[in-house]
Nanobody, 124 residues
Framework: QVQLVESGGGLVQAGGSLRVSCLAS????????MGWFRQAPGKEREFVGA????????NYADSVKGRFTISRDNAKNTVYLQMNSLKPEDTANYYC?????????????????WGQGTQVTVSS
């Protein structure tokens, strides 16, 4: 079992950048495909992107493609979400998730473990 803790959220102006982190503990993060999701008030949780166990393969939702980048440092058991050119519609609680499968997935139900989330607010 793995425990996930996100950090780095905050308030940023539109057009700005922010990096959120996800620290995994309990088991090495190399055993998991990692994903990022977000949920805004009154909306369903949506897929942001995912990264393979090795970090070589990433995939993103169309809404963030070209603006967000996921990376991981397996030596530090940490996954990062770099967010650039932020928009007010990016405002949400951002969650990292771990999946025991080898392939990535855009479905929240495919992930086995979740962090508590970190709030990102983008002001206009």
């Amino acid at each position: 079992q793995v425990q996930l803790v996100e950090s780095g959220g905050g308030l940023v102006q539109a057009g700005g950048s922010l990096r959120v982190s996800c620290l995994a503990s309990g088991r090495p993060s190399t055993g998991y495909t990692m994903g990022w999701f977000r949920q805004a008030p009154g909306k369903e949780r949506e897929f942001v992107g995912a990264i393979s166990r090795s970090g070589v393969i990433t995939n993103y939702a169309d809404s963030v493609k070209g603006r967000f980048t996921i990376s991981r440092d397996n030596a530090k058991n940490t996954v990062y979400l770099q967010m650039n050119s932020l928009k007010p519609e990016d405002t949400a609680n951002y969650y990292c998730a771990a999946r025991e499968g080898y392939s990535s997935s855009s479905y929240a139900s495919a992930y086995n473990y979740w962090g508590q989330g970190t709030q990102v607010t983008v002001s206009s």
